[in-house]
T-cell receptor, first 113, second 112 residues
Framework: DSGVTQTPKHLITATGQRVTLRCSPRSGDLSVYWYQQSLDQGLQFLIQYYNGEERAKGNILERFSAQQFPDLHSELNLSSLELGDSALYFC????????????FGSGTRLTVV | DAKTTQPPSMDCAEGRAANLPCNHSTISGNEYVYWYRQIHSQGPQYIIHGLKNNETNEMASLIITEDRKSSTLILPHATLRDTAVYYCIVRALGQAGTALIFGKGTTLSVSS
């Protein structure tokens, strides 16, 4: 157990639907990062939140959004789902100045049918 | 884009040392070198990091050249469980942290 909790572990949904992925960061960590990993794209950085505020954006589609709540958990919302959104979605967290970097969760496997 | 270059794949015999190279010729003075690995669709796992001195922990050793333009991750006695994709990443520290940008990494295959 890395200390970063992601739910659900697996999700199957139909095209056009909307889903929410949840991440609880490691205790004491203020930053949350979301990554997408599909078979042909590798690990793609999506977005970062720090203490409730958006800090950096990567390759996140407009159909996707995220937020970080006062208790520091984060949610990634994926809407108007397409087949190509099928992927593993990882959440990671880090603490200020914690030099060893990130702790990753075990991921949510999203399958769009 | 990733700021590192790694060979796409390497093989290693079980029990032997695995030496994984990484080039980061454009590294800045405030950027650390990080190594992570990902075992078959699990979340990436932190291995080790360093700035300019060589580092060792219970998992591996990190050798950084004096000019900091390249580094080598050493797994001293590779086991079958070390089969994974290994990522070399450069990253600056900061209060809010900065995103880890993953490249394609090196797929290490350890065989008996």
């Amino acid at each position: 157990d890395s200390g970063v909790t992601q739910t659900p572990k697996h999700l199957i949904t139909a095209t056009g639907q909307r889903v929410t992925l949840r991440c609880s960061p490691r205790s004491g960590d203020l930053s949350v990062y979301w990554y997408q990993q599909s078979l042909d794209q590798g690990l793609q950085f999506l977005i970062q939140y720090y203490n409730g505020e958006e800090r950096a954006k990567g390759n996140i589609l407009e159909r996707f959004s995220a937020q970080q709540f006062p208790d520091l958990h984060s949610e990634l919302n994926l809407s108007s789902l397409e087949l190509g959104d099928s992927a593993l979605y990882f959440c990671a967290s880090s603490a200020p100045d914690r030099s060893y970097g990130y702790t990753f969760g075990s991921g949510t496997r999203l399958t769009v049918v | 884009d990733a700021k590192t270059t790694q060979p796409p794949s390497m093989d290693c015999a079980e029990g032997r040392a695995a030496n994984l190279p990484c080039n980061h010729s454009t590294i800045s003075g405030n950027e650390y070198v990080y190594w992570y690995r990902q075992i078959h669709s699990q979340g990436p796992q932190y291995i080790i990091h360093g700035l300019k001195n060589n580092e060792t922990n219970e998992m591996a050793s990190l050798i950084i050249t004096e000019d900091r333009k390249s580094s080598t991750l050493i797994l001293p006695h590779a086991t079958l469980r070390d089969t994974a994709v290994y990522y070399c990443i450069v990253r600056a520290l900061g209060q809010a942290g900065t995103a880890l940008i993953f490249g394609k990494g090196t797929t290490l295959s350890v065989s008996s």
